[in-house]
C-alpha cells in the first residue's frame, strides 16, 4: 500500500557532512550592511540574532529586503541545506549546499528591486546562518520593511515541508531527497503567499504527534522539536519577538503515527496508541491556545491514507471533543486523494498535488471568517 512506502522520517533525509558549494569563501561581515541584519530585512521565520547575523533551522525561513543598484550580495553559511534567491519575484539562482560564502547577483538593471532569500531543503540537524545583504559599488541596501497583517503557523510533517516535490520520479536516494524538497512550493506556502499572508512552516519529516514514521527514535516525537528554533540544540526554546501573531495556525500531524504497522517490541497497541494520540493533541492545542490567545483559529487537518481511516477519524474526533468544551474556534480540514498523483519521492505528494492541496486549503481559509 502507498502509505507503507512513505519513507517519511529522518524520512531519508540525510544526515551526513555535506561538500559546500563552489562559490567563494568569505566571513559572515556587515560590511555595506547597517546595523543587525533584520534592520534591514524582513523575516516571519523562527531565527536567533547572534551578532551581526541570524541563526535557524526549519525549512521554507525566508528573508525579503530592497535594494537600489545593479546587484546584491547575500551572506550565508550554510552547507546543509539549498536556498533560492528571488529577484523582482523571478528566481535568480539557486544555492545547494552553498557553504561560508557571500553569493552576489549582478548585471541588473540601474534601479530598486526587491530581493528574497529562502531556505527550501530541511536540515534538523544543521544550523543555518544568514548574515544580511551586501551592496555593489554605489549601491544601497534599502530600509523599510515588509508589513503583513496576516500569518499562518504551519505545524507538520513532510507533506508540509514539500518532502521531495520537486522530483520526477517516485524512487529517490537520501541526496535527491534534499536537492528535490522545495519547502517554498509546499501547499503552505503557496496557499499563504495567494492570500499575502507571512508564514512558518514548523514541519519535520518522519515525525508525529506521538510516534514517528515506523516507530523509529521512539524517546522523540514532533513535540520534542516544536519549542525550538535551533532544531539541533537540545532544550533550544524560540523567543517570540512578539511580532508573530498568527491569526490561523494549520496542524497537520497524524501520518506518521497511524502509517505503518506496529513493529513488535514497541510500546503500543492501535488502542493505545489511538489514546496517546488523541490525549498527546489535546495538551498541544492547550498550547497553542496559550501561545497565540482564544481569536486564533487552530485548523486539525488529516488526509488519505490507503491502510488506515483512523488517523482521519482520531483527529475529527479530537475536533469534536473541543468544540463540546466551548472552542469553536479549533476547526477540522480534510483534503482527499482525488487528482492527486503523489509522483513525489517515495510517494509524497508532487508539485502538481501542492498546488491542488494549496487550492483546496485556500478555498476553506475563504469560509473562516478570520479576523485579519
Known sequence: MRSLRLIAALSGLVMAVVTPGVAAAAPLTSTNRDGGVLTRVHTAGRVVVDGDSVKY??????????????GVGIVLNDAAADYDVQIDGTTAATLVTPGQTTHW?????????????????????????????????????????????????FVGDSFTAGYGNMSTTR????????????????????????????YQINAFSGRGMVRNYNGI?????????????????????????????????VIGLGINDFSTAINPGEQWTLETLVTAYRTAYHGFLDKLRGQYGRDTILVVSATYMSNTAVFAETARQVVQERNSRGDDRVRFWYYPETDLDYGGCHWH????????????????????????
Open 57 to 70: 533551522s526549519w525549512p521554507g525561513v525566508y528573508f525579503e529586503g530592497k535594494f537600489r543598484g545593479t
Open 105 to 153: 547577483v549582478t548585471g541588473l538593471r540601474q534601479g530598486v528591486h526587491s530581493v528574497r532569500v529562502v531556505k527550501r531543503s530541511e536540515s534538523p540537524w544543521a544550523t543555518s546562518e544568514f548574515g544580511g545583504l551586501v551592496a555593489v559599488p554605489h549601491g544601497a541596501i534599502l530600509a523599510g520593511r515588509v508589513v503583513r497583517n496576516r500569518q499562518i503557523e
Open 171 to 198: 524512487e529517490c536516494t537520501g541526496d535527491d531527497v534534499n536537492r528535490t524538497t522545495n519547502a517554498d512550493l509546499s501547499f503552505g506556502a503557496i496557499a499563504a503567499r495567494s492570500l499575502n499572508a507571512d
Open 217 to 249: 527514535e521512539p524517546q522523540t516525537n514532533y513535540r520534542t522539536y516544536y519549542d525550538r528554533a535551533l532544531l539541533n540544540v537540545e532544550g533550544d526554546i524560540w523567543r517570540n519577538p512578539g511580532t508573530w501573531r498568527p491569526q490561523l495556525v
Open 349 to 372: 505528494p508532487s508539485l502538481h498535488d501542492h498546488q491542488l492541496i494549496a487550492d483546496q486549503l485556500s478555498a476553506y481559509i475563504d469560509t473562516l471568517r478570520l479576523r485579519w
